[in-house]
Nanobody, 125 residues
Framework: QVQLVESGGGLVQPGGSLRLSCIAS????????IGWFRQTPGKEREGVSC????????YYLDSVEGRFIISRDNAKNTVHLEMNSLEPEDTAVYYC??????????????????WGQGTQVTVSS
């Protein structure tokens, strides 16, 4: 059974940092492309970043480019999202998602087969 578990969320002041982790079980994560998505009440889910299984292709949403860093540690079956210079607009529940395909996408969340339960990130003074 495939399971994704996010951790690392919390309350942080504007300008602060958090490191989210997505740990997978039941799969060999190196065969999967991984996406990070976020959602706030009343808004559609938004793709933030993704990392492909093939050639390490990485994509960032424009608003997080230069502040967020996605990385994967296949030996630990883990993907991280390091978030720096956080802004109140980054407040959301963050989800990781996995799909067994070469290339990732942040625009088409329907391609992802597996989702974590989410972790809350709150940026507030």
């Amino acid at each position: 059974q495939v399971q994704l578990v996010e951790s690392g969320g919390g309350l942080v002041q504007p300008g602060g940092s958090l490191r989210l982790s997505c740990i997978a079980s039941g799969v060999a994560l190196d065969e999967y492309s991984i996406g990070w998505f976020r959602q706030t009440p009343g808004k559609e889910r938004e793709g933030v970043s993704c990392i492909s299984a093939a050639d390490g292709y990485i994509y960032y949403l424009d608003s997080v480019e230069g502040r967020f860093i996605i990385s994967r540690d296949n030996a630990k079956n883990t993907v991280h999202l390091e978030m720096n210079s956080l802004e109140p607009e980054d407040t959301a529940v963050y989800y990781c998602a996995a799909v067994k395909r070469r290339l990732c996408s942040v625009y088409i969340d329907e391609i992802y087969n597996y989702w974590g339960q989410g972790t809350q990130v709150t940026v507030s003074s």
